[in-house]
């Protein structure tokens, strides 16, 4: 670990990486060349850490992380000084109500509000829920309208827990909302979360007898871009698809692919075309295709998909990536980044074109988070 906590050292136009493991959270920094990098940790050393942002909305750099584990229950923590020091663990407290019956077990994802609220952030947590603040994350309360959904005693937990961890929001109207979850499916609101429906036409549930229905797909990841939000392209428990329209309807995209099955999907941040995937070989046997570690991109909005192979491991590479283990930066060409359940971070400053070893020998990786600081 470097004597100055890496976020101290953060300059305009650094890249800062946020690797969550199942035993702590590491920073690591370089400049725009992103040729050589630091890294500082572990944070919450024993604890996991599915969850990390950094928020730069009015001009803050606020780090956010949710360490936890399954004896004592997952915290909500944050630094605004680079990670040299963490709030209290009941500062930010998100708690289900006692009348709910609920408890909570994980919280899957973090995402800061809108430019224009920069108070509001939502978090998506197990079991499934979205929980708001509206005050800096002083204080949290449950999206009731998500937290009394009349499908919630029909919703399943998927191998990795019922959670809700994709959130997505319009950037022109902050009433409507997307998330993901496992299992379940996706939902909407149009409406500030008061309502939420089930989104899922055209995504197949292939663990189900019905394998079409209204709800109780597991999804695995959605993204999209801001410049075409209402494109959204979903990674499945077996099934690649994209929707144009918000997800009223979705279409399979899975053109090429060595298998439709993986977990973690990241959008390009200037190309609305451009997506990565990491396909995993079955739901069986979650490894690479072939033993071979390769990102597959489309450059085409899933209309054709190509690997990309170059500098990473290709003999031998029974490696997993999960759904949160793989992002990008902003930067020009854009940085690609993904961890490993073998402990390694690999990333391409080249948009994926040739790759890296960042950093090996960490604990397992469950979370890659990305971001160029303002």
């Known amino acids: 670990m470097p004597d100055t906590p890496i976020g101290h050292a953060l300059e305009a136009g650094d890249v800062l990486l946020m690797v969550g ?4 959270a590491f920073l690591l920094r370089a400049d725009g060349s992103r040729a050589r990098w630091e890294i500082d940790g572990p944070h919450f050393p024993g604890e996991e850490v599915y969850a990390l ?3 730069q909305r009015a001009g803050r750099r606020t780090l956010w992380a949710a360490p936890g584990n399954p004896f004592f229950g997952t915290t909500l923590r944050k630094s605004e000084d680079g990670g040299a020091s963490w709030t209290d663990k009941e500062e930010h407290r998100v708690a289900f109500p006692e009348d709910s019956g609920l408890s909570l077990k994980r919280i899957w994802q973090i ?8 108070n509001r952030l939502l978090v998506g947590v197990e079991p499934s829920c979205l929980f708001e603040t509206e005050d800096g ?5 449950p999206v009731r309208g998500f937290l009394e959904h009349e499908h919630r005693e029909s919703w399943t937990p998927g191998a990795g827990g019922m959670c809700l961890h994709t959130i997505l929001q319009d950037p022109e109207r902050t009433d409507r909302v997307v998330v993901a979850i496992s299992t379940g499916g996706v939902y909407r609101t149009e409406d500030g979360g008061r309502t939420w429906r089930a989104r899922n036409e055209g995504v197949r549930a292939e663990f189900l007898p019905d394998k079409h229905p209204e709800f109780g797909q597991c999804v695995h990841k959605v993204v999209h871009h801001p410049d075409r939000p209402e494109r959204l392209f979903l990674q499945n428990h077996w099934g690649l698809y994209r929707s144009d329209d918000w997800g009223d309807v979705w279409v399979d995209i899975a053109n090429g692919v060595p298998s439709d099955f993986g977990f973690g999907m990241a959008m390009h941040p200037n190309d609305p075309d451009t997506v990565y995937i990491v396909p995993m070989e079955s739901d069986q046997f979650r490894c690479c295709p072939e033993a071979k570690l390769r990102v597959y991109r489309t450059r085409d909005a899933g209309e054709s998909w190509e690997p990309l192979g170059r500098g990473l491991p290709q003999e031998g590479a029974y490696e997993t990536v999960l759904r ?3 992002d990008t930066d902003a930067s020009d060409p854009a940085g690609v980044y993904f961890g490993t359940r073998s402990g390694s971070v690999y990333g391409s400053a080249s948009e994926g074109d040739s790759w890296t070893l960042i950093e090996g020998g960490l604990p397992p990786v469950v979370c890659v988070k990305a971001a ?3």
Do not use: Q
């Open 21 to 24: 493991t199942t035993k702590g």
């Open 53 to 55: 942002a950094l928020d």
């Open 111 to 118: 995402r800061p509000g809108p430019d224009g609220d920069p």
């Open 137 to 141: 994350g002083d204080t949290w309360r």
């Open 324 to 326: 949160d283990a793989l």
């Open 372 to 374: 160029v600081v303002a």
